[in-house]
């Protein structure tokens, strides 16, 4: 069941100057990002500021995002919480707005074991027929999701198919590989390592990156899936100076900073979130002029 292959957006969520989410400029971005070639939308997840976006505005979000897509790649909901019970409602939510997949961040905070992780991620899964990509991040949930634990997942939950692994550890991503044997997908969580991952039997990214370069994202892992490797080493080299600084200060704050330099009108983060200072504005805008997104 797989959900695509390619380049999946982790979409920034654009704002007004009010705070309100600007849904004309979402409109904008979708329509860029289709355009631009990218293979999925991927909608509230951390790039988009779930966090605190609060329920309404969160399924409004997703609801526009389907609407405006019309089918034409599939949008994947970010519904994942620390709180099983809430994660069930936002993807019950979900699928009824018509979203094609949930992306389910590992919990956060509370520090499960890797029973309560399965526990937690069956649960949500049991409650919903969407195909469901679980999100490893450790740098930002304090919790790893180990390769024997997903794998137990994608043997006892038929719709849990993959996963989006940012642990930045690829001994990890390897032994995950190993477990599953093509059973799950993998997705790289981290721009920089999208080559080495599909290298492993990975199928793509769901990239920071592709939200200011979605065509040059889409080619990198079409490369590596069509067997092209030196084409693909070679983006994935070329585009490591704008990676570094779209991470220079904590995601999302430089995409929304580039996202505006490319006339989005994305507008500023929400606090606890800044504003992209002024002296890494200009280091960004050079990365971004030497890879050609601006």
């Known amino acids: 069941m797989t959900i695509f292959k390619g380049s999946g957006v982790a979409l920034a969520t654009p704002m007004k100057e009010n705070g309100e989410v600007n849904f004309d400029s979402l409109e904008r971005l979708i329509e860029a990002q289709i355009a631009g070639g990218t293979d999925a939308l991927i909608i509230c997840g951390t790039s988009g500021e779930a966090p605190t976006l609060d329920d309404p505005e969160h399924l409004e979000t997703i609801d526009v995002a389907v609407k405006v897509t019309k089918g034409r790649v599939p949008v994947i909901a970010g519904t994942g919480s620390n709180n099983t019970a809430h994660a069930v409602m936002m993807s019950e939510e979900s699928e009824k707005l018509g979203a094609d997949g949930l992306l389910l961040v590992t919990p956060y905070y509370n520090k499960a074991t890797q029973d309560g992780l399965y526990r937690h991620y069956r649960t949500i899964a049991g409650a919903t027929k969407l195909p469901c990509i679980v ?28 996963i989006k692994e940012a642990s930045g550890n690829i001994s990890q991503v390897a032994k995950l590989a ?8 993998i997705y790289s969580g981290n721009d920089d390592q999208i080559v080495p991952l599909c290298s492993l039997g990975g199928i793509g990214v769901i990239s920071v990156l592709a939200n200011v370069a979605p065509r040059q994202t889409h080619d990198m892992v079409m490369h590596c899936l069509e067997g092209r490797w030196k084409e693909a080493r070679d983006l994935q080299l070329k585009a490591l100076p704008l990676v570094e600084q779209l991470f220079i200060e904590v995601n999302p704050i430089p995409v929304k900073a580039a996202l505006n330099m490319q006339g989005f009108e994305v507008g500023s983060p929400r606090l606890p979130l800044t504003e992209l200072t002024d002296a890494h504005k200009e280091t960004l805008r050079k990365a971004m002029i030497e890879f050609g997104c601006l």
């Open 135 to 162: 999100y490893n991040v450790p740098s930002r949930t304090g919790t790893n999701i180990l390769p024997e634990t997903m794998a137990r997942l994608a043997r006892d939950q038929e719709n849990i198919v993959a």
């Open 178 to 185: 190993a477990l599953t044997d093509g059973k799950l997908d």
